[in-house]
């Protein structure tokens, strides 16, 4: 992303009145070595757990689920990454204000209030979330912030 | 099941890179011996429910509804059956988890944390799992059981 | 997978009253060479895709988006997975029925009938299926196929 | 349904402004029978199908999958058996419908349109129906028959 997104936003500084923005965005490259990541930290546990990763739209750009992980979390995990993506925070925030009496977060369309979704962040940008689900909520968010932390090496 | 499952096991064990696996399964056969222990029970009660058998992946293969069960229970038993077998653990344990104050758990797509739901393991791997419901939830986890403990006498 | 397979099956005909059963089964490191095997045959011809893997019970093991493929074939691809491995048929044969006139199809419950769609069977088993969306029908259904030919070689 | 039903109808004949009525209906008992119906004739052609029974309601009474049956058809022998239950007729006529190029029917809510489903008659009245789904949509219907065919024998 060296060139080619320096010129767009060279740019888009000359042009005062810009319309067009650009914003930076994960590949499925990007997607694998943080899921890998994560996979290491799982495994270096003797965790089975399903990764997900979504872009900013809230749409799957990658999913795996290791041998004997619950089915349930297949679903789960997708709920935490498009929870994480689409309220802009760790899902932490959220299970921790329903904990708190908050029940009316309950109703929030299609959320899943559960630890273990993290937003990725490039830039002060969100660029997608990542999702896990399989052990205790605070071992997927372990598992998650392993994979979130490759992030920060990306260039 | 006793050679059946441990040769295949041991084989794994010595293929060093072996992709593929083998696991247990239900049959039909073994789904109506386990459904006619639980109707045993049920009617030594005179209690009238439905009870569901799903398949490792959460499918159907067997339910019966006995006669005068509320309808509603139709859909509950199913929705037992699937969340044990998808959660790996008895519907009860998601119950409690709620009833302790874990009210982020309502949100989980699709289950159904009421009790009354138990997998179905051999060898420790789950091959399905048994959903009741028509009575009082500890009822319906008692006749769940009664079907449940005859898996142990399969081979 | 010969003898791994061969002695279960061997032990299941010799037990007269077996009432489990076992069934060969994917893996998250097949899936990841299948999926490996199809992705090759996209970039070969420059075609952006998603590509799924299901288990037998249509429960998502594997997913990826490559970069600039469409969002909707997210869900196109796991439709046609799933379809795959819930009719145990090529997605092509439901869309050639339907072409020729059996519009009665349309109504199956959650089926996508559209190309692309391949089961994956290990010793006449259906252990899951791969679906692929993003570019021309039959062209999905060319880097399935490079997919599905890797699981011949797997044991 | 000798003496049972004959005593309300008579008693419904004597009171003149009678503002209810009964209905006969299926039990779990029958339910089981014209399963086992099905079941012997699918087994004798060695077809792995999935049967489904239905009350007047359409809600399940009994639903079994055999063996090495496509899951696809646990959804499909159940959307057969309601919709012939709700319109009251056989789901070969509206098949046959649909293939005379009457496509409007597509639109029936939650209808499945296949050949497989019949629905369970007494004296005239609906008392639920039974779905097949499996092998060929008319082998489906030739099972489904042997199990409608067990009610006339009832009483």
Redesign the interface.
């Known amino acids: 992303m060296k060139l080619r997104s320096f010129l767009p936003m060279l740019l888009l500084a000359l042009g005062a009145n810009a319309q067009l923005a650009t914003k930076p965005a994960l590949?499925?490259e990007a997607?694998?070595k943080i899921a890998a990541a994560s996979e290491a930290e799982a495994r270096k546990n003797n965790w089975n757990v399903v990764i997900v990763i979504v872009d900013d739209?809230a749409?799957?750009?990658?999913?795996?689920?290791?041998?004997?992980t619950?089915?349930?979390s297949?679903?789960?995990a997708q709920?935490k990454a498009r929870t994480a993506v689409r309220m802009k925070r760790p899902t932490k925030a959220?299970?921790d204000a329903?904990?708190a009496g908050r029940?009316a977060l309950?109703t929030l369309p299609g959320?899943?209030?559960?630890e273990g979704g993290i937003p990725l962040m490039v830039g002060g940008k969100i660029v997608g979330a990542i999702g896990v689900s399989g052990v205790q909520s605070n071992q997927d968010a372990q598992i998650a912030q392993a994979g979130a932390a490759v992030l920060a090496q990306m260039k």
Do not use: F, H, R, S
């Open positions: 590949t499925l997607a694998k739209g749409n799957l750009i990658y999913l795996q689920k290791m041998d004997d619950q089915i349930g297949i679903d789960i709920g959220l299970e329903v904990a029940n309950l959320a899943t209030p559960l």
